[in-house]
């Protein structure tokens, strides 16, 4: 065996958080294969920055021993700085400067010469296609570019082993694509090393090899086959006419025997605790009420499938836990409004010549997920603003609850619930404070207000957590207080601008199930989300492209367009890429 490109021999690491230890790392060893993609997959606080950092010496461990390129990594940090790449998950991109300004600063950095910049810079613009963008300020860049110039600023020397930390967080499907794209050229034509950590476990499945950590500690290294091949047997899919998906998803999730249960296109899927399906018999059909109550579910499709590295990794780390949906209980007068509860007409928005949102119009009902899809830097955040009262908008007509959003968007805003991309939470507040705080901003009187509290601490599980200042939370436990926040004052709308961007698959499922049972419960959710799969919990969608709409419909639809003999079940990330893609061989200018 030739020598691995990294290798950890036991290595420990703990930080001290107040009086109290935190260990990051317990006595890990691991090992990354040379010119070879190895995957670095956990759970949020699984260890995996911290894993990073000290391979390339900007932590010491407490115990063991570290080799990056056969380089004894605490006797020689520098050297092995010199030779790795490291692409953290906030890359330090200067955003006043331009791209080709980042360029030089980190060929400046990097002690590369002038006389081998220029073929540099033509082979990594060229490779990133940022070519036409190098005036560009990198504030300006559209959240896939930024990361592609990240790596592409990474690059500009090149070295022998490449670490990357999530690169593809908050990424669309096509720059995720455009940036595997990159790495496995890299490996191919350079034998480059590769460790890279991700959030997204189909990516996993394009490793080599797997590193599986959680709470610091290895439970595995092998190929994505070594970790699903177990699962034989375990996996099946479920569907029916006469059950919405989402119900009999949340019926099946419910029963024991099953560890998982989520939304697969049109289907559920399903994973086992062991090699057959449990008793799903009393599983009851959609709204169907007989005089001995609901009918049993009989027209149920079963078929088994092939297990995934995704369904190792909830099998591995799932715990049970119970129903967090049923902390959403149905609100008072019940009935669904008939009419639409937003209503977009022709709205705009300018900023000088520039159209962030261009003539889209749109309708939600009461209790709809609703989805609002496109690439980085679609207008979808700006459009979210502009519904939630933040921004006026340019032109058209926007309606919220009834309320005209250009005549009394503050009483509109007394009906909303918002989370935004970046957890609008107060760092250097503990959680019972920020929820203190946003009850006040809320306006709830204090009876009210300590209900609500008390609520939320207990339906999102941070009791734990009272004290604990929000910066210092795990990324799942963010999201958690973010989202409790926006609901204290029990809002009828509920606006999520990528809620689940760098969270964990098993926090991504927590999420979903309470965005289920809001729903059920009659609260109107509007989410955007650069994750395809979670597209197909909406109801209806909206798929976007520089500020315009391209299509809308349900996930069905929307993945009807592309069916073909050569792709009998496109998913909806198949869709995405097609109809972002037929955009731009139809815009003028653009040969076919």
């Not at 060893?29 to 699984?46: E, F, N, Q, R």
């Not at 200067?94 to 006389?115: F, I, K, P, R, T």
């Not at 455009?178 to 590769?194: M, N």
């Not at 990324?475 to 999520?496: N, T, V």
């Amino acid at each position: 065996m030739s020598t691995p490109a990294l290798f950890f021999d036991g290595v420990s690491k703990s930080f001290n958080s107040g009086k109290t230890s935190v260990t990051a790392l317990d006595g890990v060893t691991i090992s990354a294969l040379p010119g070879k993609v190895t995957g670095l997959i956990g759970p949020d606080g699984a260890g995996k920055t911290t894993l990073m950092r000290l391979a390339v010496g900007l932590l010491l461990p407490d115990n063991g021993n570290i080799q990056a390129l056969g380089i004894d990594v605490l006797e020689a940090p520098l050297q092995v700085q010199s030779s790795v790449g490291y692409m953290p998950q906030r890359f330090g991109l200067y955003e006043d400067l331009s791209v080709q300004e980042n360029l030089d600063l980190y060929a400046d950095l990097q002690g590369v010469g002038h006389e081998q910049r220029q073929a540099r810079y033509e082979e990594l613009l060229q490779m990133t296609a940022l070519g036409p963008f190098t005036d560009r300020l990198a504030g300006r860049l559209s959240g896939g570019m930024k990361q592609k110039l990240g790596l592409a600023c990474t690059l500009i020397k090149i070295p022998r082993l490449l670490l990357l930390d999530e690169p593809t967080v908050g990424v669309d499907p096509i720059s995720r694509r455009e940036l595997w794209a990159i790495i496995d050229r890299l490996v191919k034509q350079e034998q480059l090393s590769v460790l890279v950590s991700t959030a997204y476990l189909n990516e996993a499945e394009r490793c080599d090899e797997v590193v599986l950590l959680n709470e610091g500690r290895r439970l595995g290294q092998g190929s994505p086959k070594s970790y699903s091949e177990p699962m034989r047997g375990r996996t099946f899919h479920l569907s029916s006419t006469r059950l919405d998906k989402r119900r009999l998803q949340t019926q099946l999730s419910a029963i024991p025997g099953i560890i998982d249960a989520v939304i697969d296109g049109e289907k559920v899927r399903v994973v086992t605790r062991k090699a057959q399906l449990p008793d799903i018999s009393d599983l009851v059909a959609d709204g169907d009420t007989a005089i001995n109550g609901p009918s049993k579910l009989d027209d149920l499709q079963i078929e088994p499938v092939e297990p995934s590295f995704e369904d190792a990794f909830i099998a591995t780390l799932k715990v049970d836990t119970p129903s967090v949906a049923d902390w959403f209980a149905p609100r008072d007068g019940a009935a669904l409004e008939a009419g639409p509860i937003i209503e977009v007409v022709n709205a705009q928005r300018r900023f000088g010549d520039f159209y962030a949102v261009r003539d889209i119009s749109f309708k939600v009902k009461q209790g709809e997920i609703f989805g609002l899809l496109g690439a980085n830097g679609a207008g979808k955040s700006t459009m979210f603003r502009m519904l939630c009262g933040l921004l006026p908008a340019s032109a058209g007509q926007l309606t919220v609850a009834g309320h005209d959003l250009r005549r009394a968007a503050a009483d509109a805003r007394s009906r909303l619930g918002y989370m935004a991309q970046r957890f609008s939470l107060y760092v250097d507040l503990s959680v019972a404070q920020n929820l203190n705080f946003f009850a006040s901003a809320y306006g709830l009187g204090r009876k009210q207000r300590k209900q609500r509290i008390e609520w939320a601490m207990a339906a999102f599980e941070l009791t734990a957590y009272a004290a604990t200042n929000s910066g210092d939370l795990p990324l799942g436990y963010k999201q958690r207080l973010a989202m409790a926040a926006a609901l204290l004052h029990e809002p009828d709308i509920l606006f999520l601008d990528e809620p689940t961007s760098g969270v964990d698959p098993l926090a991504r499922r927590e999420f979903w199930q309470r965005i289920n049972g809001l729903a059920a419960s009659g609260v109107t959710i509007l989410v955007t989300t650069h994750f395809m799969d979670e597209a197909n919990y909406c109801d209806r969608l909206v798929i976007m492209a520089e500020g315009e709409v391209l299509a809308e419909g349900t996930p069905t639809q929307m993945k009807a367009g592309f069916r073909s003999a050569a792709l009998p079940s496109p998913t909806m990330e198949d869709a995405f890429i097609g109809l972002i893609e037929n955009r731009q061989k139809n815009k003028p200018g653009v040969a076919a």
